[in-house]
């Protein structure tokens, strides 16, 4: 199998080439599903993951979060050119969303994290840790902090509450690295829900640029 190579700018460049794209967003197996294994029975994702590239799509949860950090890891260690992760993720859990940004950041080759839907909450996590990060022209951001419903005894729910104030608190400081942005502002700006085009999401700092328009 040959892998394509992208132009050495890319590691580091924010303004140099990216690999082709999909105008419009990119060719999905099924609305809202999540990428199983490339297999006989899925051609599209076979010839998607044969060219590193990885669809993320649905609300990421834990089971997704260890599909996704399994095909980042297998396409690691089968080479160093660039892993593009097309991100269409509306929400998520914390601990999955950081599993996944983790996971990129201990990779040997860069991922190219590029949003082709809407996205926010906890998954803003997963874009922030691309080493390069772009958006579809008609995609959006949605800035919101991670909420958690917890059920149990009154012991055990206070545990875990604190746990996600700390996992929260994590949230906006990564967001803050990556954007410039002070924790304060990123807090209050998630707490109105904010809602970013393309274009506002590049000059809030959390994406570089927005692919070519056709």
Same mark, same amino acid.
């Given at each position: 199998?040959?892998?394509?190579?992208?132009?050495?700018?890319?590691?580091?460049?924010?303004?140099?080439?990216?690999?082709p794209s999909w105008p419009?967003? #990119?060719?999905?197996?099924?609305?809202? +599903?999540?990428? =199983? &294994? *490339?297999? !006989? /029975?899925?051609?599209? @994702? $076979?010839?998607?993951?044969?060219?590193?590239?990885?669809?993320?799509?649905?609300?990421?949860?834990?089971?997704?979060?260890?599909?996704?950090?399994?095909?980042?890891?297998?396409?690691?260690?089968?080479?160093?050119? #660039?892993?593009?992760?097309?991100?269409? +993720?509306?929400? =998520? &859990? *914390?601990? !999955? /969303?950081?599993?996944? @940004? $983790?996971?990129?950041?201990?990779?040997?080759?860069?991922?190219?994290?590029?949003?082709?839907?809407?996205?926010?909450?906890?998954?803003?996590?997963?874009?922030?840790?691309?080493?390069?990060?772009?958006?579809?022209?008609?995609?959006t951001l949605r800035l919101?902090?991670?909420?958690?419903?917890?059920?149990?005894?009154?012991?055990?729910?206070?545990?875990?509450?604190?746990?996600?104030?700390?996992?929260?608190?994590?949230?906006?400081?990564?967001?803050?690295?990556?954007?410039?942005?002070?924790?304060?502002?990123?807090?209050?700006?998630?707490?109105?829900?904010?809602?970013?085009?393309?274009?506002?999401a590049v000059a809030y700092?959390?994406?570089?640029?927005?692919?070519?328009?056709?």
């Amino acid at each position: 199998m040959t892998m394509p190579s992208f132009p050495p700018e890319f590691p580091g460049d924010p303004n140099g080439p990216s690999p082709p794209s999909w105008p419009g967003g #990119p060719p999905l197996p099924g609305e809202g +599903s999540w990428p =199983g &294994e *490339p297999d !006989a /029975a899925d051609p599209l @994702a $076979d010839r998607l993951f044969d060219h590193r590239i990885i669809l993320a799509n649905g609300s990421l949860d834990g089971a997704r979060a260890s599909e996704l950090t399994g095909k980042l890891v297998m396409l690691d260690a089968a080479g160093e050119e #660039p892993v593009t992760l097309h991100l269409r +993720s509306p929400d =998520g &859990e *914390p601990e !999955a /969303a950081f599993a996944v @940004a $983790d996971t990129i950041g201990i990779l040997g080759c860069p991922v190219r994290v590029l949003v082709a839907g809407q996205t926010g909450g906890p998954p803003l996590l997963v874009l922030a840790a691309g080493r390069r990060r772009e958006m579809m022209p008609h995609a959006t951001l949605r800035l919101t902090e991670p909420r958690a419903a917890f059920q149990g005894d009154t012991t055990d729910v206070a545990t875990r509450e604190e746990e996600h104030r700390r996992q929260v608190d994590a949230f906006y400081i990564r967001l803050a690295e990556t954007t410039g942005r002070e924790v304060d502002e990123i807090r209050e700006d998630a707490r109105q829900d904010l809602l970013l085009t393309a274009d506002e999401a590049v000059a809030y700092g959390l994406v570089q640029a927005v692919v070519a328009r056709p």
